[in-house]
């Protein structure tokens, strides 16, 4: 079963950086976009931001200008590169793997991993 297993989480201080890695445990035959959400205590899920196969980025209003994502240089993967960090940002960032153009039932999650922004 593939799993994404994702990497790079832990504590920064307000303004910090932070650089998070996802990949595939195994190859998958069709992606069509990898991405991150997020989730803080008490809060819904939302996404952070996605590429597609074509390159093509989308992020969440609340982090444009500061986040980064880009493709691995492995197949079926994908770094988020975190700057200018506020504690708004603190959540659990899961790494999301979708094989069509929706999100739907087949798509792929990691387990998440933990971004402490604090003091």
């Known amino acids: 079963q593939v799993q994404l297993v994702e990497s790079g989480g832990g504590l920064v201080q307000p303004g910090g950086s932070l650089s998070l890695y996802c990949a595939a445990s195994?190859?998958?035959?069709?992606?069509?976009?990898m991405g991150w959400y997020r989730q803080a205590p008490g809060k819904q899920r939302e996404l952070v931001a996605v590429i597609d196969n074509g390159g093509g980025t989308n992020y969440a209003d609340s982090v444009k200008g500061r986040f980064t994502i880009y493709r691995g240089n492995e197949k079926n993967s994908v770094h988020l590169l975190m700057r200018s960090l506020k504690p708004e940002d603190a959540a659990v960032y899961y790494c999301?793997?979708?094989?069509?153009?929706?999100?739907?039932?087949?798509?792929?999650w990691g387990k998440g991993t933990l971004v402490t922004v604090s003091w």
């Open positions: 195994e190859s998958i035959s069709t992606i069509h976009a």
């Open positions: 999301h793997a979708r094989p069509h153009a929706v999100p739907g039932p087949d798509d792929y």
